[in-house]
Each structure stands twice: as C-alpha cells, then as structure tokens.
C-alpha cells in the first residue's frame, strides 16, 4: 500500500475515533504496561489484525465488542495511577470478558455508538439515539409522564438534544 493511502486510512481514523489506532493504542499500553499482543488479547483482535490497524493498512474496527472494550482500556488507562496491581490486573479482565448490549428491539446500536459512550450518562444518550428517533423518544417522554415521570425526564435529558464527545479526551 503506498504512503498516500496509508495517510489517507490514518486520517479516517481520525475521524472515525477521534485519532489513530496508533495513538489510542499508546494510550493504553503506555499507562497500563501492556504489549500491543496483550491488548489485542484483550480486545479480542489477533495481533496481525491490530497491527493492520495501528500502522493504516486496515481503517475500520468492524466489531463493536472490540471497540467497547477499547473505550473501556481508555478509561482504565486514566484511572490506572490510583490503582493497585491487583485491582487493575481484574478490571483487564474483566474488560476482556465485557460484552456491549449491542441490539435493541427497534434498531442495533452501531459501531459509533458504542464508541462515544463514556460515561454512563453518556451510554445512556448514545443507546437512546440508536433505539428511536428524536420523535419517538419525544412521544415515549410525553406517554411515560403520568406512569414513570422519572423514565419520562430521562428520556428528555439523555435524548435527541443531549451532547455527544468524541473518543479522545
């Protein structure tokens, strides 16, 4: 693959996660002492397919447990300075075991979706949109106000106009 294309791909990476595979992946082993190997174990990657990713021969992270886990090694990465060894060493595995709810009755949740949730507050936003459309969560608030008043005010703060962030911090 020649240099162009390889920039190319490395830029729609960036615009698919907020940056490279690359410097997501620095964000990761970096603070949390793991080998490129053990996070593709981790993620559920072969290490070939990681490496694909890292150096721009492959653009997409086309399963989106793997993405799900990769948001969740960037958020134990953040936390790692106040964590012991013991603790981090089972939140790894326990990411390596997390399975994203990934379908709804209506629609799945895509890939993006799942990337951009960070918070739970957030993850409720992103599995809301991915569920209805902006009218449907309007009429499920407006039918929900005199049963569930509180699953009803949910709907209209995590709904169609709450904020999105990206996968960078």
Do not use: F, K
């Not at 490395?10 to 793991?34: C, D, F, I, M, S």
């Not at 086309?62 to 012991?84: F, I, K, M, Q, Y």
């Not at 005010?153 to 962030?165: N, S, Y």
């Amino acid at each position: 693959m020649d240099e162009a294309r390889l920039r190319d791909n490395l830029a729609e990476q960036t615009a698919l996660y907020g940056a490279g595979v690359g410097e997501l992946l620095a964000g990761v082993t970096r603070p949390l002492g793991l080998s490129q190997a053990a996070v593709a174990r981790i993620l559920g990657l072969s290490p070939a397919m990681l490496s694909q990713l890292v150096t721009g021969h492959r653009v997409r992270i086309g399963n989106p447990r793997v993405l799900h886990r990769l948001r969740l090694l960037l958020d134990l990465a953040e936390e790692s300075p106040r964590l012991t060894r013991r603790t981090l060493a089972g939140r790894l595995a326990e990411i390596g075991r997390a399975n994203a709810d990934l379908t709804t009755r209506e629609r799945p949740v895509t890939a993006a979706t799942t990337v951009t949730a960070r918070t739970p507050a957030e993850t409720l936003t992103a599995l809301l949109r991915a569920a209805a459309s902006p009218e449907e969560l309007d009429r499920a608030a407006a039918a929900l106000d005199d049963v569930a008043p509180g699953v009803a005010a949910l709907l209209r703060a995590h709904g169609p106009g709450a904020p999105e962030r990206p996968l960078t911090r």
